[in-house]
């Protein structure tokens, strides 16, 4: 479980570069979801959890990009 925070963390730092708004949001939502079950004891719900964070972790790897606008018609 511990691992899988990390690694969230992480991934986050990476993605979110440069957007301290983006930056704090993901470590806030991270850092809530992993509180409210951190009581959880059915090892099948905590399996199903890991396994979205897990999901999340590579959707946010894979899928989300950063733009910059670079003109007033670019990005």
């Known amino acids: ?5 990390k ?3 992480r991934t986050r730092q990476q993605v979110f570069k440069n957007d301290t708004r983006a930056l704090e949001a993901a470590r806030q939502k991270i850092n809530e979801e992993f509180k409210n079950n951190q009581d959880e004891t059915s090892e099948e719900k905590i399996n ?3 396994k979205i964070a897990s ?3 590579v959707i946010l790897r894979t899928s989300v990009i950063q733009a910059l606008h670079t003109d007033s018609d670019k990005i």
Not at 1 to 5: I, N, Q, R, Y
């Open 7 to 9: 690694l969230l963390h």
């Open 55 to 57: 999901d999340v972790e």
């Open 1 to 5: 479980v511990l691992k899988l925070f």
């Open 48 to 50: 199903e959890l890991l």
